[in-house]
C-alpha cells in the first residue's frame, strides 16, 4: 500500500487558510510577548499591540482574496496542499511554544499552561496531516472498529480492571511509610507551582516539569500525602497493559499479546513500582511499548501518521524522564541497521522514517532551548551517576585493576542478569529478582527466538529494545546495585519476550493451538496462574506485610513523624529527642508530610526540656524508654505509640 500523492488541482481557499493562520500565529505571538512583560500602570497601549494589528490585518487580508487565475495558479504550488499546511501549522505553534518558553524563561512567568496547550496542539496538526492525507487509513467508523475488534478490546479491558485492583488496593497504606526519595519528589513536585519547574520542560534530576507538575496536581486533589503522591505512578501501571499488548500484538500477534498483557499486569515489581513515586522508570513501561508501537506498525503498514505519532510522543517523553533519550538512540540504531540491512524493505518506508524524525524534531523544540539554557539539568544523571562523567570508571579501575573493557562488559551482564537473578533490592527490598524462575525461562526461550528470526524488521526491534536498555544500563549508569529497578524500563519487551517462549515451547510439545486448542490454554493458564500467585505473594504476602521498604530504620521514622507531625492539631512547640541519627529535617518525607511543620531538635535528656501544656515531645526509638520514664513522672497528657510492624518506632506524648 502507498500513500496518496497531493492533489495538484488548486483551491484559492487553501491560500486563503494558510494567510489566515499566519494572521493567527503573529496575533499568538502578541500575546505571548506581552503576557511576558511585567504589568505597568498608565500607558495607553499595552506593549507590542503594533504587532497585534498586523496580524489582524492579516487576517482580514486573507478573504479578499479572489479566485483569479493568477491566485488559482499559485494555489497548485505545493506549499498551500493539505499535508504541507498541517506540518506548517505543528511547526509554529510548536516554535511559538519554544519562543514562549524562552520569553517566560526571561521574565520569570510560572503560568505555562498557554505554552503547553499551544505545544500540543502544534503536536496533533502534525500527526493530522498525515493522518488527513494517508490512502491507507481506512474510512471505518468508530463503531464498526470496535465491533471488528471487540472480544480483543473486552479482553484488556479486563485485564486493566485486574491491574488496577492490585495497585490502587491500599495506594496511600502500601508501602507503609515514603522513602527520602518520595519526599523530595513530593516536595519538587510542590516547587512546580513557581520557580524554574513550572517551566514543563525543565527538568530536577531529569524528572520532567511537566511529570511533577502532574504529581503536584493529584496531591492538590487527593490531599499531601501517599495516595495524591503515588497516584501517577499507579495510573502508569494500569496503562502499560494496552500499551503492552500493542507493541507484543505487533511483534507475536494476539496470542503472544494476551500472555504479556496478563504477566505484566502481575509482575510483582512492576505492581510495586506502580505503588510508589521515587523513580519514574514505572513511566517508561507504557510510553516505550506504545512508542515503538506506533513506530514499527507504521512502518510495517506504511501509514506516517502512525510514525509521526511515534515521534511527537517521544518529544513529548521528554517532559517525563530521561529514558527517553536512550529510546532515540535506539530508534536512531534502529534506522541505521535498516538502511543498510534491510535495505530493500526500508527504502520504501523512508517517508514514514522521516514523518517520524520530523514529529521528533518539531515538538523538541521548547525542551532543546531548556537544554540549550541550562545544560547541566538536561544532563544531571549523566553528571551524577554516569559511568564516566562522575569519575566512577577510573576510580572503579584503580581499585580492582580491571581494564576499562573488562568493567564495562561485566556492568553489562550485571543489568542483564538484573532481570531474573539479582534480587530487587534499590527502592524495593524483595529478596527475589524482577521475574521469577519460570518466566525466566520462557523469557531467555523467547528472546533466543527473537534472535534467530532478526531478518523480522520486528524482532530486530525488540532486541533493540531489550539489549538497548541493557547496554544503556550497563555501561551509562552507576551504581550497579540501580539496575534492579533501571531495567524495570526494560520489561515490556521481556515479558513480550517471555510470552513469545511459552508459546513456542507448547508448540514444540506439540500443544500446538491450532489443533490443540484446549490443551494449549489449558497449559498456558497453568503457567500464568501459577505466576499470579507466585507475584502475588511476593508483593503482597512477603513484602508488603513486612517493613522492608525504604533504606533503613532511620528512613522509615522519617516517615512516620512527619505523618504523626500532621495528626498533631495544636499550633503549640513540638520538640523531638534527637541524637546523632535521628535528627528532625534529614529527610525529605518528613517535611512534606508534616507540610514543614517547625520542630525543635532536642539532644539533651529530657529532664532538661521546659515546656508548658499543650506542647508535644517526640521520641525515636533510640530515647523512647527515656521518655516513657519521664512520662511516669508528669502524667496526665496524650500518649500515642507508632508501630513499625513488631517494633515501636515512635512516641509521642501531648504535655497536660
Known amino acids: 500500500m502507498t500513500e496518496r500523492q497531493p492533489e495538484s488541482e488548486g483551491d484559492v481557499k487553501n491560500i486563503q487558510r494558510l494567510v489566515a493562520f499566519l494572521g493567527v500565529f503573529i496575533l499568538l505571538l502578541s500575546q505571548f510577548l506581552v503576557f511576558s512583560q511585567p504589568i505597568t500602570d498608565d500607558v495607553s497601549l499595552p506593549p507590542y499591540t503594533p504587532l497585534t494589528f498586523v496580524g489582524v490585518i492579516i487576517m482580514i487580508l486573507s478573504q479578499l482574496i479572489r479566485p483569479t487565475p493568477f491566485w488559482k495558479r499559485l494555489s497548485t504550488h505545493r506549499i498551500f496542499n493539505e499535508r504541507v499546511f498541517w506540518i506548517i501549522v505543528g511547526t509554529l505553534l510548536s516554535f511559538l511554544a519554544a519562543s514562549a518558553t524562552a520569553f517566560f524563561m526571561n521574565f520569570t512567568r510560572v503560568n505555562y499552561i498557554p505554552v503547553v496547550t499551544v505545544w500540543l496542539l502544534g503536536a496533533l496538526s502534525y500527526v493530522y496531516a498525515f493522518r488527513k492525507t494517508d490512502a491507507t487509513v481506512e474510512s471505518i467508523s468508530v ?195 535498516l538502511a543498510i540491512f534491510y535495505r530493500n524493505w526500508f527504502k520504501e518506508r523512508i517517508s514514514q522514517a522521516l514523518a517520524f524524525w520530523g514529529g521528533f524534531v518539531i515538538i523538541i523544540m521548547p525542551t532543546v532551548y531548556f537544554a540549550y539554557r541550562d545544560p547541566n539539568a538536561f544532563l544531571h544523571r549523566l553528571i551524577q551517576a554516569g559511568t564516566f562523567q562522575s569519575g566512577w570508571l577510573e576510580n572503579t579501575m584503580e581499585l580492582t585493576g580491571q581494564s576499562a573493557v573488562q568493567i564495562l562488559f561485566g556492568r553489562i551482564v550485571h543489568a542483564f542478569l538484573s532481570l531474573f537473578y539479582y534480587p530487587a533490592l534499590d527502592f524495593y527490598g524483595s529478596p527475589v529478582p524482577m521475574m521469577s524462575m519460570i518466566s525466566s525461562v520462557i523469557f531467555l526461550a523467547g528472546l533466543g527466538i527473537a534472535l534467530w528470526q532478526i531478518r523480522q524488521p520486528a524482532f530486530l526491534l525488540a532486541n533493540g529494545y531489550i539489549w538497548g536498555a541493557v547496554v544503556a544500563v550497563g555501561v551509562f549508569a552507576t551504581p550497579p546495585s540501580a539496575d534492579s529497578y533501571r531495567m524495570l524500563m526494560a520489561l515490556p519487551v521481556a515479558v513480550t519476550l517471555a510470552s513469545l517462549g511459552l508459546d513456542h515451547i507448547l508448540e514444540f510439545m506439540g500443544l500446538e493451538p491450532e489443533k490443540l486448542r484446549g490443551a494449549y490454554r489449558f497449559s498456558v493458564a497453568s503457567v500464568l496462574v501459577s505466576l499470579i500467585i507466585f507475584n502475588l505473594w511476593t508483593y503482597y504476602g512477603d513484602f508488603a506485610g513486612r517493613c522492608r521498604f525504604a533504606e533503613n530504620i532511620v528512613g522509615r521514622y522519617a516517615s512516620y513523624l512527619g505523618t504523626e507531625l500532621d495528626r498533631i492539631d495544636s499550633e503549640l512547640k513540638v520538640y523531638m529527642l534527637s541524637d546523632d541519627l535521628y535528627i528532625h529535617g534529614t529527610h525529605p518525607s518528613t517535611i512534606l508530610l508534616s507540610r514543614n511543620r517547625p520542630v525543635i531538635n532536642f539532644s539533651e535528656p529530657v529532664d532538661n526540656l521546659d515546656v508548658i501544656s499543650g506542647e508535644t515531645i517526640i521520641a525515636p526509638p533510640p530515647r523512647i524508654e527515656e521518655l516513657e520514664n519521664w512520662i511516669r513522672t508528669h502524667p496526665g497528657g496524650q500518649v500515642h505509640y507508632e508501630y513499625d510492624c513488631d517494633t515501636t518506632i515512635l512516641l509521642s506524648y501531648r504535655v497536660p
Open 143 to 337: 463503531l464498526s472498529w470496535v465491533k471488528m475488534h471487540r472480544t480483543e478490546i473486552i479482553t484488556v479491558l479486563v485485564i486493566m480492571v485486574f491491574a488496577a485492583a492490585v495497585r490502587f488496593y491500599r495506594l496511600g497504606e502500601v508501602p507503609r511509610v515514603l522513602d527520602g526519595d518520595e519526599g523530595a519528589v513530593g516536595l519538587q513536585a510542590q516547587f512546580s507551582a513557581d520557580g524554574v519547574l513550572s517551566n514543563p520542560y525543565a527538568s530536577w534530576e531529569n524528572f520532567g516539569g511537566l511529570y511533577l507538575q502532574l504529581i503536584n496536581m493529584t496531591m492538590k486533589f487527593f490531599g499531601i500525602n501517599a495516595l495524591g503522591l503515588r497516584f501517577l505512578p499507579a495510573v502508569a501501571g494500569v496503562l502499560a497493559i494496552p500499551a503492552v499488548y500493542l507493541f507484543a500484538r505487533q511483534v507475536g500477534g494476539q496470542r503472544i499479546a494476551t500472555i504479556a498483557a496478563i504477566m505484566i499486569a502481575f509482575s510483582h515489581s512492576h505492581i510495586h513500582f506502580s505503588r510508589i513515586v521515587s523513580v519514574a522508570y514505572i513511566q517508561d513501561t507504557w510510553l516505550i511499548p506504545l512508542e515503538l508501537y506506533f513506530l514499527l506498525s507504521g512502518l510495517e503498514k506504511r501509514q506516517s501518521w502512525r510514525t509521526a505519532l511515534s515521534g511527537v510522543l517521544l518529544a513529548i517523553h521528554y517532559s517525563v524522564y530521561l529514558t527517553s533519550q536512550i529510546v532515540t538512540g535506539l530508534v536512531l540504531i534502529y534506522m541505521i541497521i
